[in-house]
């Protein structure tokens, strides 16, 4: 659980490792249950740490959990009953920034395999880690747009393709400038993304699907004539 410490907490226990001793650290950054805009101390360790000599660090992904044979098969069970479209408004990928109000990479394979549509979200809480709301700023952060194709690139690499990701953006009017991606003054600056992703070898009919074309896909699809 280590995943639920503080910087300060993580650092005092690694800094009291006495000699001839040896620690593991177990811990799942899809799980970090700290109040929101409070970093990790396993996130911070893995980053800083990275390069320290006598250090290792191994990931595991969902592939890797060994379940009891029953659950397995009880999870299988509840995913063949699920019927029906499914889509995720305004999220964004909790690898790249840990909350449990972002995706993770096993929920966003799932929720390809039942054709959703990801909407990225533009709020900057979700595009850059450690943002604290009424501290962090724009300025600060660095946060663009980027981020967003930092996310948007993401659910492409993990589905394999360009359709199962549009613009959730949720900028409805709950936040403004102070919370949003730097670049981008008002609406009519989306279509700043695409050279951000032209760079990243995306063309012009994935930048389409991007913008508008999965989203209208999907609704044409799923919703009554």
Not at 62 to 68: E, G, N, P, T
Not at 115 to 139: E, H, K, N, S
Request: net charge neutral; hydrophobic share 40%; with cysteine.
């Amino acid at each position: 659980e280590a995943q639920k410490t503080t910087p300060e907490q993580m650092k005092m226990f690694l800094t009291r490792i006495g000699f001839g001793t040896k620690a593991v650290i177990t811990g799942d950054v899809t799980q970090i249950d700290l109040p929101r805009g409070h970093k990790s101390g396993l996130v911070e360790a893995v980053r800083i740490l990275a390069s320290v000599q006598g250090i290792a660090q191994t990931r595991f992904t969902s592939r890797d959990v060994v379940r009891h044979p029953l659950v397995a098969r009880i999870v299988d069970a509840y995913d063949a009953a699920a019927k029906g479209p499914v889509l995720a408004s305004h999220h964004n990928c909790r690898a790249l920034v840990p909350d449990q109000r972002q995706l993770t990479d096993d929920q966003i394979r799932r929720l390809v395999a039942r054709g959703a549509v990801i909407g990225a979200a533009f709020d900057a809480w979700m595009l850059v880690p450690g943002w604290i709301r009424g501290q962090t700023t724009v300025a600060e952060s660095g946060v663009g747009l980027k981020h967003v194709a930092d996310h948007i690139d993401r659910i492409c690499q993990i589905s394999g393709n360009c359709r199962h990701v549009g613009l959730g953006t949720d900028l409805d009017g709950g936040f403004g400038a102070e919370q949003s991606p730097g670049d981008l003054d008002t609406i009519a600056d989306l279509p700043k993304l695409e050279p951000i992703l032209r760079q990243r070898g995306y063309s012009l009919s994935d930048m389409e699907a991007i913008a508008s074309g999965n989203w209208l896909r999907f609704f044409g699809e799923n919703l009554p004539a």
